[in-house]
């Protein structure tokens, strides 16, 4: 099926969208489309329970289908011999006189059949019947009327999502940790919202994309989740998902025992604590019958945990597991980002990346059999480049969880284009090669390679009451693909990508082309304009996780150390000289990663201390590299608003401008992060740039060197997030300031592109205008907490540092440049500098 251009479109009648349906639009196909189309003529759904999720596809269908065809069809529970779409499940279909062919169900798979005027889709279970219903309905939406009979199982069973959401106290909303698109869906006030509609709709979103569980609330877990109302509360929420096939579990506080039941301990072995669990698991059946698990973070992060009480950490993870085995099938999810975050670096030896096998390779077998460990697909912290967790080679009698994350904790928080699979597959396709027997990664998660039955994905996915669920509707991408590669991870990610944005935008081809092309390039820019050959994303990993903070990787306890000195740069993680982490791996991929000659280099600082000079495999020094990326990686991000214009007139407005407003904002942050990282290591180095660029801004007026009125110069802490290391702020909170320049003979008589850097802090809503020869060339606001949603940062630094653009201005040498700032509550209108720039050139 050809893409064609939907009707409206054609008619420039493009409805403003919010973006609450995502990928489920079911946005009317052109005339002609719906007219070859032939589509049945009812919808059979094999259960009339409100509950199930069958009869819940039936209604699905019949929306889709009144959507994309404008066919009203009409949907009964009881088979008919006349052209009909059959949903149910592989007993309900046989036993009303369907016959199949020979298939092989596994949990959760389906049967779909399409052929002229019939349509069978039939689950392994419910749940699978869904499935296959919102399979059929995408490839309606995307036009595609192929006749197709297959069957499709996950490649595991499972398949969840974790919600980091706080249930904070009465009279707080609440908050999402990494969550970047507004508060909680679930709780505020300390307690279960009322109204679940958006619980039932993200239920929606998670079932069309094959997902089957999901952890309501943050792994730093708040006790009082467990008490009687909110109990109540979390029966609701299950209940508010059931219809979707989405089964719901929490993440228990390892203390509760202590805090919420006044025992004087949590001790694992302890009598009255094991019987306490049981209560409370007793109670939450009472209240969610079908249960999907806990999830435990103990010991970690100066969190308490069996270790506390002398006891093993598998001792923990059964205790758990002991106390939901008599009520079903739950599961408990032990993770293993459990590490010690006051390591000392004067101990060349000491590595957090360790962490996890040491506490866990020991532990193997000692879990119970309704116990999996759920890893970080990195030993480290979702950084934009690690190597594979060697934790997944090492469990081979307890099932692995690959944990990925789909907010965009460390990569842009959403407010960065960074499409994530590519990273994600990575991981997925890495042979881990144990026992020297193939073994992908892939493989070891889908319980495969070491035969177990429990075994999966979790992504922490972090939606958030904005009608965009993540803040940005790009980043839709990643929570679509991450369900589409848990149920199948060998599938393509550039066809993924295509099959969400014909769902999500439409099928024009320039549409499709548009966006494969920015996202497949966004993650390769980003690794670029942040952290390069495996020295880690280099943010703020103390503050926000955000803009670049390159030296809160050093000289603290939390292990993300880079060791950057006036002469060498990176992690020594050798056998033979270092932490020992390579020994981690099977013998054949340590050899690789112990000897620098093998390492590839786009993890030689992950694996290696090395000089800045030492050269890589492409020629280039170490140091070189790093400029170049940051060079090459801004300047691909300087693409990105451009390249969306071709999308202008193609999609409705709304979702044009705020996709337009966060890549124009990604393509100006992109450059703050480029001369932060090449300022901080040319200081640190002395190195210069070969091609002299770093340090070297021929299109810039620093605000520190403008007639200052009304204004006073600071120091940018760090230093490297300001040009010139400097920055200015009205000297009151109320009073407006002035900033002027005459343009020297730099400036020669032509258009320029005016960008002025300055700093959107939390706190305010300064108001700018900036002025040529007193002709006013605009005005801004400094109003990123409504624009983007949210703040990270009080200060100028490189959180908060941004820029913006006036566009083909006339200036000639002598025009008088000025800035007028005016100070709101917090926000003393900071600027940084002022960019006069000549057709087609960057500064
Ligand atoms: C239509 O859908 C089928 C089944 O998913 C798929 O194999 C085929 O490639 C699709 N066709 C197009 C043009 O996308
Ligand atoms: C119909 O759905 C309900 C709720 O999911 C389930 O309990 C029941 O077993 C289903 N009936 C059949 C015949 O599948
Ligand atoms: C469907 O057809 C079969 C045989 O052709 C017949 O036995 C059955 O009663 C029919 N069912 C319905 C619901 O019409
Ligand atoms: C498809 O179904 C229509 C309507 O039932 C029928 O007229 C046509 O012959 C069928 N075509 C094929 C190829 O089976
Ligand atoms: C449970 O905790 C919430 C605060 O999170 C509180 O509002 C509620 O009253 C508590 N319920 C009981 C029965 O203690
Ligand atoms: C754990 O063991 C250590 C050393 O054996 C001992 O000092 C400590 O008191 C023990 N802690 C508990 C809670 O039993
Ligand atoms: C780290 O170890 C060094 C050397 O043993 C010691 O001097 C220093 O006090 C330690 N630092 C911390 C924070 O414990
Ligand atoms: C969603 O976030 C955008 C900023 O990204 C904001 O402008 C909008 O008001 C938010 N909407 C809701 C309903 O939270
Ligand atoms: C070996 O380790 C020491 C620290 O113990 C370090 O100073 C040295 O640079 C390392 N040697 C090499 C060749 O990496
Ligand atoms: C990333 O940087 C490298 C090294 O400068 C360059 O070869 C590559 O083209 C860049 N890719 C992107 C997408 O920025
Ligand atoms: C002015 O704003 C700054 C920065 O937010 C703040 O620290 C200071 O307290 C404010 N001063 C007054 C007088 O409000
Ligand atoms: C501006 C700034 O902080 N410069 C630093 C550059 O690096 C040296 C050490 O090599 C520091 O002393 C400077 O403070």
């Known amino acids: 099926m050809r893409p064609i251009i939907p009707l409206l479109t054609a008619l420039g009648l493009v409805a403003a969208e919010n973006g609450i349906d995502a990928w489920l639009r079911y946005a009317a196909l052109p005339c002609d489309v719906q007219k070859a189309?032939?589509?049945?003529?009812?919808?059979?759904?094999?259960?009339g329970s409100e509950t199930?999720?069958?009869?819940?596809a039936g209604q699905e269908l019949h929306k889709g289908i009144l959507g994309i065809h404008h066919k009203d069809l009409v949907v009964t529970n009881t088979p008919t011999n006349g052209s009909s779409i059959t949903i149910g499940t592989v007993d309900a279909f046989t036993s009303t006189g369907g016959a199949l062919p020979e298939i092989d169900l596994k949990g959760d798979g389906f049967w779909l059949s399409i052929k002229n005027d019939s349509v069978q889709i039939v689950g392994q279970n419910e749940r699978g019947a869904l499935y296959g219903t919102f399979q059929y309905l995408s490839m309606l939406a995307q036009g595609n009327f192929t006749e197709v009979a297959y069957e499709s199982n996950p490649s595991a069973p499972i398949r969840w999502v974790n919600q980091w959401d706080n249930m904070d106290d009465t009279g707080t909303h609440g908050s999402i940790e990494r969550g970047y698109a507004g508060p909680s869906i679930f709780f505020a006030d300390g307690l279960i919202v009322e109204d679940l509609t958006r619980v039932s709709q993200y239920a929606r979103l998670m079932a069309s994309i094959g997902l089957n569980g999901i952890i309501v609330n943050n792994v730093n877990a708040n006790v009082n989740l467990l008490n009687s109302t909110n109990m109540a509360g979390l029966g609701r929420i299950a209940d508010a998902m059931r219809p979707w096939g989405v089964r719901m579990g929490i993440s228990l506080n390892f203390d509760s025992p202590r805090t919420l039941g006044k025992l004087t301990t949590a001790d694992p072995l302890d009598e009255g604590v094991i019987q306490w669990w049981g209560d409370i698991a007793t109670d939450l059946h009472d209240h969610v019958p079908d249960f999907a698990g806990v999830l435990v973070k103990a010991n970690s992060e100066s969190q308490p945990g069996p270790l506390t009480y002398n006891r093993t950490l598998a001792d923990g993870a059964n205790l758990f597991a002991r106390a939901i085995k008599p009520h079903g099938d739950a599961i408990v999810m032990f993770r293993a980002f459990v590490y010690d975050n006051k390591i000392n670096q004067t101990n060349w030896k000491a590595d957090r990346a360790n962490a996890a096998v040491d506490f866990f390779r020991d532990l193997d077998g000692k879990f119970d059999d309704n116990v999996v460990v759920q890893i970080k697909y990195g030993p480290i912290d979702f950084q934009v480049r690690e190597p594979v967790s060697p934790l997944f080679g090492h469990l081979e009698q307890t099932g692995s969880v690959i944990e990925l994350q789909v907010t965009q904790e460390y990569l842009g928080q959403q407010c960065h284009?960074?499409?994530?699979?590519?990273?994600?597959?990575?991981?997925?396709?890495f042979d881990?090669?144990?026992?020297?027997?193939?073994?992908?990664?892939?493989?070891?998660?889908?319980?495969?390679?070491?035969?177990?039955?429990?075994?999966?994905?979790?992504a922490v996915v972090n939606v958030g009451t904005n009608t965009t669920w993540l803040g940005n509707h790009l980043a839709m991408s990643n929570f679509y693909a991450y369900g589409r590669l848990a149920w199948e991870p060998t599938s393509d990610d550039v066809s993924i990508l295509e099959d969400w944005t014909r769902l999500t935008f439409g099928s024009d081809r320039a549409i499709i082309d548009t966006i494969t092309k920015m996202s497949m390039e966004s993650w390769p820019a980003h690794e670029n304009y942040t952290g390069n050959l495996g020295i880690q994303s280099l943010t703020d990993i103390t503050g926000p996780h955000y803009g670049p903070k390159p030296q809160s990787q050093d000289g603290n306890g939390w292990g993300q150390w880079t060791r950057a000195d006036a002469n060498s740069i990176g992690m020594d993680r050798t056998v033979w000289n270092g932490t020992g982490y390579s020994g981690q791996y099977s013998s054949e991929v340590a050899a690789m990663y112990e000897d620098v000659e093998t390492t590839p280099d786009d993890l030689l600082l992950w694996f290696h201390h090395v000089p800045y000079t030492q050269k890589l495999?492409?020629?280039?020094?170490?140091?070189?590299?790093?400029?170049?990326?940051?060079?090459?990686?801004?300047?691909?991000?300087?693409?990105?608003?451009?390249q969306w214009e071709a999308v202008k007139g193609l999609i409705d407005t709304e979702r044009y401008d705020e996709v337009a407003f966060r890549l124009e904002?990604?393509?100006?942050?992109?450059?703050?992060?480029?001369?932060?990282?090449?300022?901080?290591?040319?200081?640190?180095?002395?190195?210069?740039?070969?091609?002299?660029?770093?340090?070297?801004?021929?299109?810039?007026?620093?605000?520190?060197?403008?007639?200052?009125?009304?204004?006073t110069v600071i120091q940018v802490d760090p230093f490297e997030t300001a040009s010139g290391f400097h920055g200015i702020r009205t000297t009151s909170n109320t009073t407006a300031g002035t900033a002027t320049a005459t343009l020297d003979e730099r400036f020669q008589a032509g258009t320029y592109d005016i960008a002025v850097n300055y700093f959107d802090v939390k706190g305010g809503r300064a108001n700018?205008?900036?002025?040529?020869?007193?002709?006013?060339?605009?005005?801004?606001?400094?109003?990123?907490?409504?624009?983007?949603?949210?703040?990270?940062?009080?200060?100028?630094?490189?959180?908060?540092?941004?820029r913006i653009y006036f566009r083909g201005v006339q200036a000639a040498t002598g025009d008088v440049l000025r800035i007028v700032g005016r100070p709101d509550g917090g926000e003393q209108a900071p600027l940084d500098y002022v960019s006069v720039l000549p057709a087609g050139t960057i500064d």
Do not use: C
């Open 665 to 711: 904002y990604q393509a100006g942050h992109a450059l703050v992060w480029r001369d932060a990282i090449n300022d901080f290591y040319f200081n640190m180095s002395s190195i210069k740039d070969e091609q002299d660029r770093v340090g070297n801004h021929p299109w810039r007026i620093e605000a520190e060197d403008m007639e200052l009125d009304g204004y």
């Open 432 to 458: 881990m090669k144990v026992d020297n027997k193939p073994s992908l990664v892939r493989d070891i998660v889908s319980g495969e390679r070491f035969n177990q039955k429990l075994a999966g994905y979790a």
């Open 37 to 47: 189309a032939s589509i049945p003529a009812g919808i059979v759904a094999l259960n």
């Open 617 to 642: 495999k492409s020629g280039k020094t170490v140091i070189q590299h790093f400029y170049d990326a940051h060079y090459d990686g801004a300047a691909v991000a300087q693409t990105f608003p451009k």
């Open 52 to 56: 199930s999720p069958v009869f819940t």
């Open 417 to 429: 284009l960074v499409y994530l699979p590519p990273l994600w597959k990575t991981i997925l396709n």
């Open 768 to 802: 700018y205008e900036i002025f040529l020869n007193n002709g006013s060339l605009g005005t801004w606001i400094g109003n990123h907490e409504d624009k983007l949603g949210y703040t990270p940062s009080s200060y100028p630094d490189g959180h908060s540092a941004t």
